[in-house]
Structures are given as structure tokens and as C-alpha cells.
């Protein structure tokens, strides 16, 4: 090496130590900063090209090579997949718990204990047939019932109404993001072609990813140039700098048919998700699935409930003498919910003596007077409704009997139970997600103890390579003096 050589390996050593200062600089100011990744620069030595003749050259100084940016790629994918499930089962466990609340279950609020008053009113019926208190009581008893009934069924639609307007928010917000990640890929591939590095932009892109993974699974494929693809349930969502937006669409009932009210969710070339996680899934399984099904029970629960009591209350006698009258109003409509046609009948309504508390007197009974009269004091067949409630019923599949209160307890305990395990399957998410994030902050988390002690060797190792400098530059003059000589 020359001892102008010399002065070329101080330079490139004062560039290098520089450089490292501002990396670790650019490390503390972001120690707080979300989704930073700490950068260490990459030193080689700057090997001489072969030259005969020149033997014993101990290189030309020092060169960067690059600019890392440290990570764990394994516990960053390991952390998106934990937090989508999280948010999945978090959001199963909003829906149940809102089910609950609108039930008011448990409480004496509840269609459960509206259900058990109704039967104690025809129980007390059957003891005082001609008491018009209780008549009244037991009208007024079941007014509140079919309106607690179609209060909570509406309820129950708002509910679904509310999920349904999230989802599309989410969607929204899905394909806000990809067009993000599109946008990202397109500076990273720029900056790169110009030789930059692109760590900030990367940055970024972890950090929206992550975003995008909590409202629905994703697959990310890294390519060489910084870029990413991104697959979302099967389909593709990213490619390049093209983003390929999603779409929330109603099923419909074969070709050219309504809309069923199920909603599917649906790439741009229009074939259907497959989604395994997300918060987007918890809101597709709410909308098509978790509501509608419990409301398909209660519908399934006042159906049974109104043919059975109209069936026992048509063979009954009012105060009258008056029978073959329906208690609950007819439901006739298929495509209405039984719950939005639980009402009493307009006669009922009006004269609580069309109660038919009493049954038919039998031949040669003592309920039949000589003229043939339905003995006012007789409450057998609203004894008979009120034995209802101990009546097994078979479900909708036919398959099952129990009770309509077995059944109502059985629907509140379902979303007891399945509350319960949403709440802890987010749980056990929420912990894994934790500890797989403290893996990958261990790996790109700033240090300041370690950036401190790596500010000290750069300062040492500039000091040292400006006094290098310095000594060759008094070796030319002391050169310089002696030619002149």
C-alpha cells in the first residue's frame, strides 16, 4: 500500500465508524417507535485487487456493505397468526355476550321467567275458573309475554343488523390496507433498484400486515426484491403493486333467486373465501350463523308453544259456553318469523271471558247440568295448558323431545357454554401471541445499553482513525521536507 493508499484506508475508516454512529443514533430515536426494526451496519474489509510485484498489501481500508435491518421472519408470522385467531374468538365472544344481554339471561327480565308466569297463570286459572283478577292477570301476563317475545326477536335482527354494517366497515378497511401493502411494495421495489435501502419502508409494511392479519388470515410470500404476495383465504389479495379488492355479497337461492339474508365474502374474480381465522370470519359466522340460528329456535320454541296451547284452548269452554277459539292468534305467514306473529287473539283481547278455562263436560258427568251448561267452576283444561310446561316437545329435526323451558334453558346454556370457550380460546391466543411478540422484540428491539456501548466503539474507532490520518499526513511532510532538501 502507498502512502497515499494509507490516507484512502483512514478515510474509508472514518466513513465507516460515521456511518455506524448514525445507524446507532437512528436506533435510539426509534426505540419507542412501533414496529421499528433495529439496523446494524455490515463492515468488510476492502480487499486489493492482485497487483505483481506488490506483495505484503494489507488492503485498502475498510467498506459497507449494507445496512441490515434485524428480524425474526418465523416469530413475526407466528405472531399475526396468533393475533388472528385472537381476534376471531374475541369476536365470538362479543356475539354471545351481546345474545345474552338482549335476552337478559339470567335475570327476571328474561323470556325465560316471562315463559314460567305465563304457565303459573293458567295454573292459578285452573283453581279459580270464574275469578275475572285472574283472567285479567293472565291476559295481561301473556300481552307482555308476546311482546317481550317480539322485542327480543327485533332486538335480536338490530343486532345482526349492527355485525352486518361492521363487516362491510372491515372489508373496507381490508381493502384499504391491501392497497397500502400494493403502494409499499412499489417504493420498496423503486428504492431498491436505485441501490437505497428500504428498511423504513419495510417497516411499514410489518406494520400493516399485522393490521391486515387481525381482520383475516393472510399468506405472505417475501420475494428477493423487498416486495410481498398476499394470499387471503386461498385467494389472492396482493400481487406487485396491484391490489385486488374483496366483496361482501348476499347468497342466493339457485340461479337467479332472493337473497337468502346468508352473506359470503368473495375475491375479485368472485370465487368465495375460505377463512380460517380473523376478526372478518367472526363476523361472517355472527351474520349467517350465530344469530339467525338462535333465532331460528325461538321461532321453533313460540311455534310449538301457540299450536299447543290453541289446541287445547280450541277443545275448552269460555264463561259463556263458548268453545273452538284460538288463545294465541293463528300463525299463518311461513315467511314471517313465528316470533313477529306471537300475538293473543283480537277475542281474547276483548273479552277475557272467551278464556276457555273449563273442558267438555262428559256424558253423564256432573260438570253438565241438566240443560247441557258447562259448569262455570270447572278448570280442567287450563289445568291441561299448564301442564305444558312439563310436556316433552320434539325439536325441529324431530330426532329430540324435552320440554319448551328445557329447551329455552338449553339455548341460554349453549351461549353460556360457547361464551365461555370463545373467552378462553382468546385467551390462550392473546398469551401465545404475547410470547412469540416477545420472541421477535428480543430480535428487533432496540438495546440502548448495547447501542451506548456500540456509540463508544465508533467514537473510539473514528478517534483512532483521524489520529491515523493525522500521523500519515505528518509522514508527507516530513517526506515533502526532506525532497526539498
Not at 197 to 221: F, G, K
Not at 279 to 294: H, S, Y
Not at 437 to 454: F, P
Request: with cysteine.
Amino acid at each position: 500500500m502507498t502512502i497515499f493508499g494509507s490516507i484512502e484506508a483512514g478515510r474509508s475508516a472514518l466513513k465507516a465508524q460515521f456511518k455506524g454512529m448514525e445507524v446507532s443514533g437512528q436506533n435510539v430515536a426509534n426505540a419507542n417507535s412501533p414496529g421499528y426494526s433495529r439496523q446494524r451496519v455490515e463492515l468488510s474489509p476492502a480487499a486489493p485487487a492482485p497487483v505483481p510485484g506488490m506483495g505484503y498489501n494489507p488492503g485498502y481500508g475498510v467498506e459497507i456493505t449494507a445496512i441490515t435491518r434485524l428480524r425474526s421472519e418465523f416469530y413475526h408470522i407466528q405472531t399475526m397468526n396468533s393475533g388472528s385467531y385472537r381476534s376471531y374468538w374475541e369476536m365470538r365472544l362479543e356475539c354471545f355476550e351481546g345474545a345474552e344481554v338482549i335476552l337478559m339471561e339470567p335475570g327476571e327480565n328474561g323470556l325465560g321467567n316471562y315463559l314460567t308466569e305465563f304457565f303459573d297463570c293458567w295454573q292459578e286459572l285452573s283453581g279459580s275458573p270464574e275469578s275475572a283478577a285472574v283472567r285479567m292477570s293472565l291476559r295481561e301476563q301473556a300481552l307482555s309475554f308476546t311482546k317481550a317475545v317480539e322485542d327480543s326477536y327485533l332486538r335480536l335482527n338490530d343486532f345482526r343488523l349492527d355485525w352486518q354494517h361492521e363487516l362491510n366497515n372491515q372489508v373496507k378497511e381490508i381493502n384499504q390496507l391491501a392497497s397500502q401493502v400494493a403502494a409499499l411494495n412499489e417504493k420498496i421495489i423503486f428504492s431498491g433498484a436505485l441501490g437505497d435501502s428500504p428498511n423504513a419502508l419495510l417497516d411499514q409494511q410489518d406494520l400493516v400486515l399485522e393490521q391486515l392479519s387481525e381482520l383475516i388470515d393472510i399468506r405472505v410470500y417475501q420475494k428477493e426484491n423487498g416486495s410481498v404476495e398476499l394470499f387471503a383465504g386461498g385467494r389472492l389479495l396482493v400481487q406487485d403493486n396491484h391490489a385486488f379488492p374483496l366483496e361482501l355479497v348476499g347468497e342466493k337461492i339457485g340461479e337467479g333467486g332472493e337473497d337468502k339474508g346468508r352473506l359470503s365474502l368473495v375475491s375479485s374474480r368472485g370465487l368465495p373465501l375460505e377463512l380460517r381465522s380473523g376478526r372478518v370470519k367472526g363476523l361472517l359466522e355472527a351474520v349467517n350463523e350465530i344469530i339467525p340460528g338462535l333465532q331460528d329456535s325461538l321461532d321453533n320454541i313460540i311455534s310449538n308453544l301457540v299450536e299447543e296451547v290453541n289446541h287445547l284452548h280450541r277443545g275448552g269452554y269460555g264463561l259463556e259456553g263458548g268453545t273452538g277459539r284460538n288463545f294465541f292468534a293463528a300463525i299463518e305467514n311461513e315467511e314471517l318469523p313465528a316470533c313477529l306473529q306471537f300475538r293473543l287473539s283480537t277475542a281474547v283481547i276483548e273479552n277475557i271471558d272467551l278464556i276457555a278455562a273449563a273442558s267438555p263436560p262428559e256424558p253423564g258427568g256432573d260438570s253438565a247440568d241438566p240443560g247441557g251448561e258447562i259448569e262455570a267452576g270447572n278448570g280442567v283444561n287450563a289445568l291441561e295448558i299448564a301442564r305444558l310446561r312439563d310436556k316433552p316437545f320434539d325439536d325441529s329435526t324431530g330426532e329430540s323431545s324435552a320440554t319448551l323451558m328445557d329447551r329455552y334453558r338449553g339455548i341460554i346454556s349453549s351461549l353460556g357454554v360457547d361464551g365461555r370457550e370463545s373467552g378462553r380460546m382468546a385467551q390462550a391466543f392473546s398469551q401465545a401471541e404475547s410470547q412469540f411478540r416477545e420472541h421477535h422484540l428480543a430480535a428487533t428491539g432496540v438495546n440502548l445499553d448495547e447501542e451506548m456501548l456500540n456509540m463508544i466503539q465508533y467514537q473510539h474507532a473514528w478517534q483512532a482513525a483521524a489520529n491515523f490520518i493525522n500521523q500519515v499526513d505528518r509522514m508527507l511532510e516530513i517526506m515533502f521536507m526532506q525532497l526539498a532538501r
